[in-house]
């Protein structure tokens, strides 16, 4: 009777267990010519699939424990695939429309995918695989023919870890694609995209040995590009762009063992199918750490480019633009630390260049250009502690400033039209201050010691 009664006693524990990590499947179809495919293997795992209209199909796929997925489709031919293996992933998918598509993809640990597309064509397809632990990915399209494709991922069971990525586009033909790959840990990257007619593409990437990273995307309007790039031996970066109007396009690079750089830009324009477009471009690479890049343009056809490079540090740079045509250039690079670079256009077609390379610290270069078709250069290298500064009011002025040594400080102000002024330091400690105020004036001033 004991032994009985223990048998019975274990036979009841055995299948309170079993029965406490069941897996469940709930499946509910309306209308016409559903399908769906549910395979769950191990523990604990949960899926429900609800298909209205017709001609949907989902497929689900869980392999491991304590896995979630909830797929709701109410549309006419919505794709849905759901492969999770490990343990704790979450996918919960919703399309509402007709020919949307979306593709989730979860391995090893803890990981989320929400999708949610309501429109027609709409593709999301999240990958989180390999080593992934504690990640968070989120599409939601509104439109038409908007795509979007994020992947966080490590390597044979290595750390892709605390990632978020998240997505939204509301409009139509909106491409976005993310990617957080390899030992990439502790990032987030988040795209908005909204427009009418005709759509905005968005690209990041923070790849290899990428940590600590921020990159945010925001884009209002039409036909606006933009690509982030944190990748090599990238670390604690931070870039941001922001466009609106119409034609515009920002590409950020942090790379090559780039440490505590920041990088951000901001633009709004009236340019279409690449004709009168901004431009600008920021590259923080090559042992670049601690540098800041930031440009600011409103208008049409601006040009800017920032480069800091080569054993790059505590440098800052920034440009500012309003009106149209005008180009700034600034290269901090070469043994460049501490040092800072301005530029400020207001007018149509005005020309600025700043570099400080090769041995150059703790400069100061300002350009400040009012007017039409003006033209700054100023070039800082081999030396320490200049300052060069130039302002330029009216049209068609051009001045050139060359430093090299140190102490070295020039001034030049252009106020009319059709004025020229060079001045070049060499040595050390050297003054030189030049007023044009009028038209056609020249001046040349050449100090060394």
């Given at each position: ?10 036979f009841?524990?055995?299948?309170g267990?079993?029965f ?13 010519r ?13 899926a ?25 489709q109410d ?12 343990l ?5 998918v ?17 990981n ?10 709409n ?30 991922q ?27 790959s ?13 427009s ?9 990437t ?15 309007g ?25 034609g515009?396009?920002a ?5 090559g063992?780039?440490v ?30 601690a ?9 049409a ?19 500012e ?26 007018g ?17 270069a ?14 800082q ?67 060394s010691?």
């Open positions: 009777m004991k032994k009985f009664t223990f048998l019975a006693s274990a009841m524990l055995i299948a267990a079993s406490a990590q069941g897996n469940n499947a709930k499946v509910t179809q309306n209308d016409l559903q399908k769906a495919t549910v395979t769950q293997t191990g523990t604990s795992n949960e429900e699939v609800t298909q209205s209209n017709r001609d949907n199909v989902s497929v689900v796929t869980q392999t491991g424990t304590s896995h979630g997925a909830v797929v709701n549309g006419r031919e919505n794709e849905s695939s759901v492969v999770q293996t490990g704790s992933n979450d996918a919960d919703k399309q509402t429309g007709r020919e949307n598509e979306s593709t989730v993809t979860q391995a090893n640990a803890w989320d995918a929400v999708v949610d597309q309501d429109g027609r064509e593709e999301s397809v999240i990958t989180q695989t390999n080593g992934s632990y504690n990640n968070f990915a989120k599409a939601t399209q509104k439109g038409n023919y908007n795509e979007a494709a994020q992947t966080q490590g390597g044979s069971m290595g750390p892709s870890v605390s990632n978020e990525a998240e997505v939204k586009q509301k409009g139509n033909s909106n491409v976005a694609t993310q990617s957080q390899n030992a990439s840990g502790f990032n987030t990257a988040y795209i908005e995209q909204s009418g007619l005709i759509g905005n593409v968005a690209s990041q923070q790849d290899v040995g990428s940590g600590f990273n921020e990159a945010e995307i925001y884009q209002d039409r036909l606006n590009s933009a690509t982030q790039i944190q990748t090599n031996v990238s670390g604690f970066n931070a870039a941001y762009i922001e466009q609106s109007g119409s515009n396009i590409l950020q690079t942090q790379a063992v780039s505590g750089n920041s990088a951000s830009i901001d633009q709004e324009g009236t340019g279409f199918l690449g004709i009168g477009a901004n431009v600008a471009t920021q590259t923080q690479s090559l042992i670049s750490g540098n800041s890049a930031d440009i600011y343009q409103r208008g056809a601006n040009l800017a480019t920032q480069v800091q490079s080569l054993v790059s540090a505590d440098n800052s740079a920034e440009i633009q309003r009106g149209d045509g005008n180009e700034a250039t600034q290269l901090q690079a070469g043994l460049s630390g501490f040092n800072q670079a301005s530029i400020y256009q207001r149509d077609r005005n020309s600025a260049t700043q570099t400080q390379t090769e041995l150059s610290g703790l400069n100061t300002s350009i400040r250009q009012e007017g039409n078709r003006n033209e700054g250069i100023q070039t290298s081999f030396g320490a502690d200049m300052e060069a500064s130039l302002l330029q009011d009216g049209n068609r002025n051009t001045s050139t400033q060359k430093q090299t040594g140190i102490g070295h400080s020039s001034s030049v102000t252009q106020l009319g039209n059709s004025n020229t002024s060079t001045t070049t330091q060499s040595g050390g400690y050297s003054t030189a201050t030049v007023m044009q105020n009028g038209n056609s004036n020249i001046a040349t001033v050449t100090q010691n």
